[in-house]
């Protein structure tokens, strides 16, 4: 079943088109991602599925029922913010049990039902802490938790990890994944960060100026971009013209050829330059070679032989890796 379709939904505010007729549907029990950068739509797309906004035009349906003139509290979403909104006066507890209480449940009823949801998020014997007491890490989980509680269908998440440090967002991706495969429920997960739109997604949509201009799989996304917005915006990539692709035996369109595909070689390889700088990244080192009036960037363990500046190499590709997109 589909758990949430857009059909031609547009959102204008004066002039500004934030949603530009965008079409989509997300499985029921999936985790899909809306990646792009800041002001390309992905949020108020999510506001538009939580009732917090109203499109301009087009339609919107979450389980095949039109929400158009659904208010937020009566739709089978819930939305964890990037900045949590927790209640700091309120504990643990009291703040994940809080939607319950607004719906009439009793005291015992919605305890109960929060101390459940703390233990799904590893939070047991947090309950009487208030949020200040609480690491970034563990207050978002008490976000997902309280979100949790009410079962809602569809959950929402506005850039939850974008507070978190580097290894505590990295762990979280892990813990959030494992979540929704554990629940069965449908997540849809905004963010301007590849890496955890590729590294959790089942599908990923890549917003640029209000539209919709790649829709698949990580892996789809990352190997066979469709333009050279997606090719920059996901991951680093070569982005080779048209002349340049023809002559290294492509077709005469636009490429993308991504770093760690190329590799240096003592011999000519399918294209011959001299190295211009070095970056040690720790386990990798991106190499930069110009080859003629175009340089290309080459990603390779560390462990192999370490090229200098000025060193003339080849390089080369499986066919494969040089990837044709369209000129948009």
Known sequence: MTAVEFTHVSRHFGSVRAVDDVSLTIAE???????????????????????????????????????????????????????????????????????????????????????????????????????????????????????????????????????????????????????????????????????????????????????IVQVGTPHDIYEQPRTRFVADFVGSSNILPPRLTQSLGGPAKWASLRPEAVCLTDGPGKARGIIEQVRYLGATNHITVRVGDQTLTAAQSATKKLHAVGDQVGLSWADMALHPMDEA
Not at 140 to 157: F, G, I, K
Not at 177 to 205: C, P, W, Y
């Open 29 to 211: 029990g999936s985790f899909f991602a809306m990646l792009g950068p800041s002001g390309s739509g992905k949020t108020t797309c999510l506001r538009l599925i939580s009732g917090f906004d109203r499109p301009t035009s087009g339609h919107i349906a979450i389980f095949g029922e039109p929400v158009d003139d659904t208010p937020p509290n009566r739709r089978a979403v819930n939305t964890v913010f990037q900045d949590y909104a927790l209640f700091p006066h309120m504990n643990v507890r009291d703040n994940v049990a809080y939607g319950l209480m607004v719906k009439g449940q009793s005291k015992p009823q919605r305890y109960a039902a929060a101390e459940e949801m703390l233990a799904l998020v590893k939070l047991d014997g947090y309950a009487n802490r208030k949020p200040g007491q609480l690491s970034g890490g563990q207050r978002q989980r008490v976000a997902l938790a309280r979100a949790l509680v009410n079962r809602p269908r569809v959950l929402l998440l506005d850039e939850p990890l974008g507070a978190l440090d580097l290894k505590l967002r990295e762990d979280m991706q892990t813990e959030l994944k494992n979540l929704q495969q554990s629940l069965g429920i449908t997540f849809v997960f905004v963010t301007h960060d590849q890496g955890e739109a590729l590294s959790m997604a089942d599908r990923v949509a890549v917003f640029n100026d209000g539209k």
